[in-house]
């Protein structure tokens, strides 16, 4: 007789890096969506701009709050990413407001993908509350009915923003390769071995386990994964990915 093992799960350490991005990617959000905000070219924009900006800090503050749980130090957990996205907004500089929402569409869509993939061994509270963090289909679907209509009778448009969005999946996913090599932790979470082997059990006793480690993702098998699911957010935008 057998019975499973439960999922790999990562380690408290391993964890709290996680948590850092996700709280300084929130934090990144604030920034963003407060200059969308100032720049908005009308009063809608502006509104559901600063309210996206103030949900960000909320967000933030929550994965805050579950670093302190498992015994971390909040600054201590989001300050190796205080620069994350630096180089990453130097080099993709937006021209246009409508660049500055693809923009924002494309490379939050990278790196939420990139969190959630890396969620999946965590324990159940912290998984959840990712999860749940990264799950605001608000922003995304604003930004996509404003470039659909928008590019609903200008082709030329079109054929810009199509190559703006390959230019900053381009971008988002060399900071994923940075981030798989610069923070172990990172890496150590984005394991396939989902399940561990079979336990025996002998006279209606478990025996010991033979322990089989995860086996970290390659880093191309991440940016495939990353890779297709962008091809399904600008899809929704009939641009080629």
């Not at 093992?5 to 963003?32: C, M, N, W």
């Not at 996206?52 to 933030?60: K, L, N, T, Y």
């Not at 999860?131 to 609903?152: H, I, P, T």
Request: net charge negative.
């Amino acid at each position: 007789m057998t019975r499973e093992r439960t999922p790999h799960q990562a380690s408290v350490t391993d964890t709290v890096e996680l948590l850092g991005l996700v709280a300084q990617l929130e934090d990144s959000a604030f920034d963003r969506h407060a200059a969308d905000a100032a720049n908005a070219p009308d009063a809608e924009g502006r509104l559901l701009h600063s309210r996206f900006a103030a949900q960000s800090v909320e967000r933030r503050d929550r994965v805050l709050s579950r670093v302190t749980e498992l015994g971390g130090d909040p600054v201590a957990a989001i300050a190796p990413y205080n620069t994350v996205l630096d180089d990453f907004d130097v080099r993709t500089q937006p021209s246009t407001w409508w660049e500055r929402l693809l923009k924002g569409y494309v490379g939050a869509g990278v790196s939420d993908d990139f969190c959630r993939l890396a969620a999946r061994n965590l324990d159940p509270v912290s998984r959840a509350l990712v999860l749940d963090v990264l799950d605001d289909a608000a922003q995304a679907e604003m930004s996509v009915r404003s470039l659909e209509n928008a590019c609903a009778q200008d082709e030329v448009l079109t054929a810009r923003l199509a190559l703006w969005g390959r230019r900053v999946v381009g971008e988002s996913l060399q900071i994923v390769q940075r981030l798989l090599v610069n923070h172990p932790g990172l890496a150590r979470l984005m394991t396939h071995a989902e399940h561990q082997g079979p336990v025996a059990e002998t006279d209606g006793q478990p025996a010991l386990p033979v322990v089989e480690p995860a086996t970290p993702a390659a880093p191309g098998k991440v940016l495939n994964e990353l890779t297709a699911e962008h091809t399904r957010r600008m899809s929704r935008l009939k641009f080629t990915a």
